[in-house]
């Protein structure tokens, strides 16, 4: 698999924690080291541990009825991955997680965090909004792969970066390569190639490597037929 751009990592369930649960959980935590093109779990596997990256690359991909392997997510140093896995009915791995290069990682159980829970009912409530949250999230991008069109989904999809990446003035950066941007997107990578080549001829975008510059949310989001305020909410 090709390789991608390190970037801010999204908001964790592991900072939900105050430092003395932090410390209680990272007691029971264990280390683990895995080399290139290994699996850390299978689709179908028992999802009993969530993973902090320290160093290295996990993508996350699952094998579609068509035969297609899809790239839903790629992990680098800082990334938290199966952190709602492990609290589904069935315990289950919906995705398989793939070492892309030597990797370290810490793993938590998921007895730890339960144990956390139990005696922390605040914590509960915390996890609890985190997970609806996340399940909002999910349902915008199944909407923004269902209801528009493919320059509006790269669009959009450039406006939750650039909201995840709590940035100010007109740049962000691409957090994954553009072949796993397509399959994000539902499209080809061909397909992403050309759309990136029209809105740089016209002028709506500059990319200097993962670096998107946007001269005029504005003009850009009319040229799809968005409302400009995708870039302006959560901030």
Known sequence: MSSTQACPTETSILQLLSPSQRNI????SHQINLNSHAYLFERGDTADHIYRVNKGKVTLSRLMPNGEQKVFKVFLSGGVIAEMAVFMQPREYPMSAHIDQETSLTAYSYASFKELFISNPELSLQVISFISNRVGQLMNSLDMLTQVNANQRLVMHF???????????????????????????????????????????NGLITESGACITVPDFTVLCREVDLVPSIFQRNH
């Open 159 to 201: 406006a939750d970066i650039y909201s995840k990446q709590k940035r100010r003035g007109n740049r962000f950066t691409l957090p994954n390569t553009k072949k796993v941007l397509a399959s994000q997107l539902g499209i080809t990578p061909e397909t992403l190639s050309r759309l990136f080549k029209k809105l740089k001829f």
């Open 25 to 28: 959980l990272e007691a029971q």
